[in-house]
C-alpha cells in the first residue's frame, strides 16, 4: 500500500480559494498512490482563531467538492485534512473528511479533544462524540485529529472498533515538535498499528508548526519522516503487518483495564 502525506504550508497571503486549488492539484499528482493524506484546518490555519468562525463552511460545502472531485480525478483514498464545520443547528467543528476513490464521502470525523485550555478551539468550537473508522480495501483507518494524539483512551477505542491504521492530521506547533514524534511512535507501539501523522509547514497566524509528518509501522519503527518545510512524504507499507504484529506479540489480549469480560 502506498500513502502520500502532503505536509502543505498555510501562507496568509494565500486566498482560500487559490489554496484549494493548489492542494486540489497537488492530490492529482498523487495518482497512484492507495491513500492521500492532508493536514488539520488548512483551508484557514490550524492557530488562526479570529477566522474560524468567517471561514467556517457546511460539511457539503466548496471544499468537499473541491477535494470530492480531486480523489475522483486522482482515483484515491482521500482523508482531506479538516475544515472548520458550520453546523446550521449547533456550533462550529473540527471535521475531516475522507472519500473514495470515486469521490465519494465515506466518512465524517468531528474532533473530540479541543486544544486550547479554555480559549480558541476549546471555546470556539463543538466537541465531536463518535469514533470513526474507515474500511479501506487494503486496511481498516481510524481517525484522530491533532490534540487528539495526547488521548490514548481514544485510540485504544478505535483498535476496539477493528483500526490497524491510524491516520491523525494535525496542525502541530514547532516548540512541542519532540512530543509530535514521541506520541505518534507511543500510539503505534501500544496499539500495534500503522501511524500516519500528517502535520503542516510554515507558520498558522504567526505560530511556527513543526512539519516533520511521520509514519509509524506497529513496532514503533519510522518508516519515513519529513523535514520542516513543504513536503510530499510518500511512504509503502504492507498492511498484514499489523496482524503479523499483534499474532506473534499478543499484548493486546493481555489487557485488564477498560476491557469488559464476560461474569459467571
Known amino acids: 500500500?502506498?500513502?502520500s502525506l502532503l505536509q502543505i504550508a498555510v501562507d496568509e497571503g494565500e486566498s482560500i480559494g487559490s489554496r484549494r486549488e493548489r492542494v486540489a492539484s497537488l492530490v492529482r499528482e498523487q495518482a497512484g498512490a492507495d491513500l492521500v493524506v492532508l493536514p488539520e484546518l488548512w483551508t484557514t490555519g490550524a492557530f488562526a482563531f479570529e477566522s474560524f468562525?468567517?471561514?467556517a463552511e457546511p460539511l457539503e460545502g466548496p471544499t468537499y467538492d473541491v477535494m470530492a472531485k480531486a480523489a475522483s480525478d486522482a482515483g484515491v483514498w482521500l482523508h482531506a485534512g479538516s475544515i472548520p464545520e458550520r453546523d446550521p443547528e449547533g456550533p462550529l467543528y473540527n471535521t475531516s473528511l475522507v472519500f473514495s476513490p470515486a469521490g465519494e464521502?465515506?466518512?465524517a470525523y468531528r474532533?473530540?479533544?479541543r486544544?486550547?485550555?479554555d480559549k480558541?478551539?476549546?471555546?470556539?468550537m463543538g466537541a465531536g462524540a463518535e469514533l470513526v473508522t474507515v474500511r479501506l480495501p487494503e486496511t481498516v483507518v481510524g481517525l484522530a485529529t491533532c490534540y487528539d494524539l495526547r488521548f490514548p483512551e481514544l485510540f485504544r477505542g478505535l483498535v476496539d472498533v477493528g483500526a490497524e491504521t491510524l491516520v491523525i492530521p494535525a496542525g502541530w506547533p514547532e516548540r512541542r515538535r519532540a512530543h509530535w514524534t514521541l506520541l505518534a511512535r507511543a500510539r503505534a507501539v501500544e496499539n500495534q498499528a500503522f501511524v500516519l501523522a500528517c502535520g503542516t509547514a510554515g507558520a498558522h497566524a504567526g505560530v511556527p508548526q513543526a512539519g516533520h509528518s511521520i509514519?509509524?509501522?506497529p513496532w514503533g519503527e519510522v518508516l519515513a519522516e519529513a523535514g520542516a518545510g513543504e513536503e510530499v512524504l510518500s511512504v509503502e507499507f504492507?498492511?498484514?503487518k499489523v496482524g503479523v504484529t499483534r499474532g506473534r506479540f499478543p499484548v493486546l489480549r493481555d489487557r485488564v483495564l477498560g476491557v469488559e469480560r464476560p461474569r459467571g
Open 238 to 240: 504492507d498492511p498484514a
Open 120 to 124: 480558541g478551539e476549546a471555546v470556539l
Open 105 to 107: 464521502l465515506a466518512a
Open 53 to 55: 468562525g468567517a471561514e
Open 1 to 3: 500500500m502506498r500513502a
Open 111 to 113: 474532533k473530540i479533544h
Open 215 to 217: 509514519v509509524v509501522d
Open 115 to 117: 486544544f486550547g485550555f
